[in-house]
């Protein structure tokens, strides 16, 4: 792996060179990591695995053609070749109106931040084998669990370096370290399976793995003997474990593209209230020690922490510089990409701000209901918001979290569940995307 000097001369060298070669205008983006995980079964070591690569790539634009080309070969030959190539390429592609590089008066200018992303460390085998156990030890010692899937840790590090013929040139690298533990409770066709995970960017941040162990143990418990509930409109309350997943369901409706090819259920909600007026989500790339953090985009713009959602209302698309020409409007800094292919649009950090009350008041008056923290499947219809997905759970009674649900499927429509969740007072920022305790009401349960 590069330096992030090298790194980021490396892509800036690339760009030059396509120019030379008869490109108009030219980015060049590098990406290398390496990452060592280790998994153990049943106290014994099962898997070490060791993954080390870097790839660059280059996007050219002759004109308004446009092609794009990536090489593992570093060396000087195999980048003039790669120049070359894609040159040759960009001549027989069609015109796109729309493709270009980011303006050059919106890229970044100055020495990126680092937020503070990359402790630096180096993990040996050993360790994460220590760590690995010491999970899955936890979680087996936890009584009513009577078999595993394994424990597993693992830490890594990338690097990335974009250029641009515009005059930007930027690198920045990333550390990350995970633990998780897979157990099963029960006997014969009555066993059931949970997990637990935790992933940092700095090692000293990361949970105990007994404490992840515990907590795959006590979830696999709680699971035994599952119940079916009857069919019928409920309440229902998301686990923050799965609640993000809201917000990414309205990610994906509001990116550029989507947008632009009238292919999202919030075509028409721009600058509108979508959620109710106590919501507020918030996309902030500037996180320290965030696992998304990053200083620019992929296409040379500085990032910046945004209210997507303010109040209830949209304030904004999430744009790359060619859906925002095909909407006219200014790209947001949202570009992301890897090696091959165009620039589409994306989020970084993600959360949604905690409400005020308790997730036992969030459930204080609910009679019948049903508490999730398990989803299967991807059953979202991005062009009506139209949702349905299998779940798994606890009944509340009472205002109470009872026994186990499995099997059933819970279904509703994205703009109502949007404008009728309530969040609670719970939020934690464990992963990239991050909300509270969620109340929705009016979903329909499918059971017996």
């Known amino acids: 792996m590069l330096t992030i000097d090298q790194a980021r001369d490396r892509a800036a060298d690339l760009v030059a ?49 446009s092609a794009s080309a990536s090489s593992s070969d570093l060396s000087v030959q195999a980048m003039e070749k790669l120049a070359e190539r894609a040159v040759a390429m960009a001549g027989q592609a069609p015109e796109d109106e729309f493709a270009g590089l980011a303006p050059q008066d919106r890229l970044m200018t100055g020495t990126p931040a680092s937020f503070d992303i990359d402790d630096g460390g180096d993990v040996s085998p050993q360790d994460l084998r ?21 424990g597993s840790a693992s830490a890594g590090r990338a690097l990335i370096a974009l250029a641009t013929s515009g005059g930007f040139a930027g690198s920045y690298s990333g550390s990350s370290h995970g ?77 550029g593209g989507a947008i632009a090819r009238k292919t999202s259920f919030l075509l028409d909600a721009l600058d509108t209230e979508v959620f109710g007026a106590g919501i507020t989500i918030i996309d902030d790339p500037h996180r320290v020690r965030g696992l998304r953090s990053k200083p620019f985009d992929g296409e040379g713009l500085p990032t910046q922490r945004r209210a997507i959602i303010e109040k209830g209302r949209l304030t904004t698309w999430l744009l790359d510089s060619a859906s925002a020409r095909q909407l006219g409007l ?32 969030l459930m204080a008056d609910i009679k019948e209901g049903f508490y999730v923290t398990d989803l299967i499947g991807h059953g979202v219809n991005g062009l009506t918001g139209d949702y349905s997905r299998g779940a798994s759970g606890f009944v509340i009674r009472n205002g109470q979290i009872e026994g186990a649900v499995a099997e059933v499927t819970i279904a509703g429509n994205l703009k109502d569940m949007f404008r009728t969740l309530i969040p609670a007072n719970d939020l934690d920022f464990r992963h990239g995307t991050n909300a509270p305790t969620l109340r929705l009401e009016g979903m329909t349960l499918a059971g017996d």
């Open 330 to 361: 200014a790209p947001t800094g949202h570009a992301s990409r890897g090696v091959s292919g165009p620039p589409g649009a994306g989020a970084t950090n993600l959360h949604m701000e905690a409400g005020d009350v308790s997730p036992a008041e």
């Open 130 to 150: 220590a760590r690995a156990l010491q999970a899955e030890d936890a979680a087996r010692a936890v009584s009513g669990v009577t078999n595993s899937e394994g």
């Open 179 to 255: 633990v998780s533990a897979s157990v099963l409770a029960g006997e014969g066709s009555d066993m059931q399976r949970d997990y637990a995970w935790h992933s940092t960017r700095h090692l000293g941040d990361l949970d105990d793995a007994s404490k992840i162990g515990r907590e795959a143990g006590e979830r696999a418990i709680a699971r035994m003997n599952p119940v079916r509930l009857k069919s019928g409109p409920m309440p229902v309350i998301f686990d923050p474990r799965v609640s993000g997943g809201i917000i990414g369901h309205l990610i994906g409706a509001i990116t």
């Open 17 to 65: 060179r396509a120019l030379k070669a008869g490109a108009d205008a030219a980015d060049a983006i590098y990406v290398a990591d390496a990452a060592t995980g280790v998994q153990v079964r049943l106290g014994a070591l099962e898997d070490v695995q060791r993954s080390e690569g870097e790839e660059i790539g280059l996007r050219v634009f002759v004109g308004k053609q």
